[in-house]
């Protein structure tokens, strides 16, 4: 099914807000340069090979919004990402995972075109069975990466592929990868195996639109971005930790794994910020143990 609400309802636009100067130079000042000599932390290991236990799913942070799922009897990822750089902005701390020691993938899927999530030297050395899922008008981007199928999908657009259900979700974002191919879609996937179901919003300004995916799905394990909220353009893209945590609670999710923090700096906030004010207001709001803080490279097994 595909929603009849004209992707510009839901889309940040381009243009920065009134400030941005002052901004991007507290940006570069204070995140980008001092960053760029800052020793990576953390390390890389092997994925678990085997898959959780029948009615279990095992999710695996590797870095900013990357996350391997793992299914009794299906594997996929989201937005894959092993970049060191991208351009100015220096990779914060090592995947959690090695690129070329990944279980059998089923699928790969892609939440938009921008360049910190659709990584194509990243795509480039991924195989899955079932090839890769990208939003409307981002299949030419994926194609010759060396999947065997690509796929388009449209907002609420639903695909039964390799014995899982797809389905594709609203955010409140942007698509454009070079600055005019704003036909691009964008926004997050829904994926289904047996009775558990994963839920990975993409990047997202907070929106009414969790709680129609809420009404619409019984997610299991809700992944969803806490960082980079504090944009230097501005404008409305991310959401904050506590602006996650409303959403977790539209969503109706059982759990939720934070996801687009710690990684590249793309916000004026201090690094340690995010997780802390999740933490706090988790705890605020009664829910503290249904929010899952992993670390890097860790399976989280639900």
Same mark, same amino acid.
Request: with cysteine; glycine share 10%.
């Given at each position: $099914?595909?929603?009849?609400?004209?992707?510009?309802?839901?889309?940040?636009?381009?243009?920065?807000?009134?400030?941005?100067?002052?901004?991007?130079?507290?940006?570069?000042?204070?995140?980008?340069?001092?960053?760029?000599?800052?020793?990576?932390?953390?390390?890389?290991?092997?994925?678990?090979?085997?898959?959780?236990e029948?009615?279990?799913?095992?999710?695996?942070?590797?870095?900013?919004?990357?996350?391997l799922?793992?299914?009794?009897?299906?594997?996929?990822?989201?937005?894959?990402?092993?970049?060191?750089?991208?351009?100015?902005?220096?990779?914060?701390?090592?995947?959690?995972?090695?690129?070329?020691?990944?279980?059998?993938?089923?699928?790969?899927?892609?939440?938009?075109?921008?360049?910190?999530?659709?990584?194509?030297?990243?795509?480039?050395v991924?195989?899955?069975?079932?090839?890769?899922?990208?939003?409307?008008?981002?299949g030419?981007?994926?194609?010759?990466?060396?999947?065997?199928?690509?796929?388009?999908?449209?907002?609420?657009?639903?695909?039964e592929?390799?014995?899982?259900?797809?389905?594709?979700?609203?955010?409140?974002?942007?698509?454009?990868?070079?600055?005019?191919?704003?036909?691009?879609?964008?926004?997050?996937?829904?994926?289904?195996?047996g009775?558990?179901?994963?839920?990975?919003?993409?990047?997202?300004?907070?929106?009414?639109?969790?709680?129609?995916?809420?009404?619409?799905?019984?997610?299991?394990?809700?992944?969803?971005?806490i960082?980079?909220?504090?944009?230097?353009?501005?404008?409305?893209?991310? $959401?904050?930790?506590e602006?996650?945590?409303?959403?977790?609670?539209?969503?109706?999710?059982?759990? $939720?794994?934070?996801?687009?923090?710690?990684?590249?700096?793309?916000?004026?906030?201090?690094?340690?910020?995010p997780?802390?004010?999740?933490?706090?207001?988790?705890?605020?709001?009664?829910?503290?143990?249904?929010?899952?803080?992993?670390?890097?490279?860790?399976?989280?097994?639900?």
């Open positions: $099914m595909v929603s009849d609400d004209p992707a510009s309802e839901r889309n940040s636009g381009l243009l920065p807000k009134k400030g941005w100067p002052e901004r991007n130079y507290r940006f570069w000042r204070y995140r980008l340069l001092p960053q760029i000599l800052k020793k990576r932390e953390g390390e890389s290991r092997a994925a678990v090979m085997t898959p959780p029948n009615g279990k799913v095992r999710a695996t942070w590797i870095g900013h919004a990357t996350f799922v793992q299914f009794g009897d299906h594997a996929v990822i989201f937005d894959p990402n092993w970049a060191n750089w991208h351009g100015p902005v220096k990779r914060q701390r090592e995947p959690g995972l090695e690129l070329r020691r990944l279980p059998e993938l089923d699928l790969v899927l892609v939440s938009h075109a921008h360049f910190d999530h659709l990584h194509k030297p990243s795509l480039r991924i195989e899955a069975e079932h090839g890769i899922v990208v939003p409307k008008s981002s030419n981007l994926v194609k010759r990466l060396g999947f065997s199928k690509v796929q388009e999908m449209a907002v609420w657009e639903e695909s592929i390799g014995g899982m259900r797809v389905v594709h979700t609203p955010s409140h974002h942007w698509g454009a990868r070079y600055g005019a191919d704003t036909h691009r879609d964008y926004g997050g996937f829904l994926v289904g195996s009775d558990r179901k994963v839920f990975h919003a993409g990047d997202s300004a907070y929106f009414d639109g969790f709680k129609e995916i809420g009404r619409r799905e019984d997610i299991c394990v809700a992944i969803l971005p960082g980079a909220y504090d944009a230097p353009s501005g404008r409305d893209v991310h $959401m904050n930790p602006e996650a945590l409303q959403a977790f609670e539209d969503l109706g999710a059982e759990f $939720m794994l934070p996801m687009h923090y710690g990684t590249f700096p793309l916000g004026n906030e201090h690094p340690d910020e997780v802390k004010r999740l933490l706090a207001e988790a705890e605020r709001r009664g829910i503290a143990d249904r929010v899952i803080v992993s670390a890097a490279g860790e399976g989280v097994e639900i």
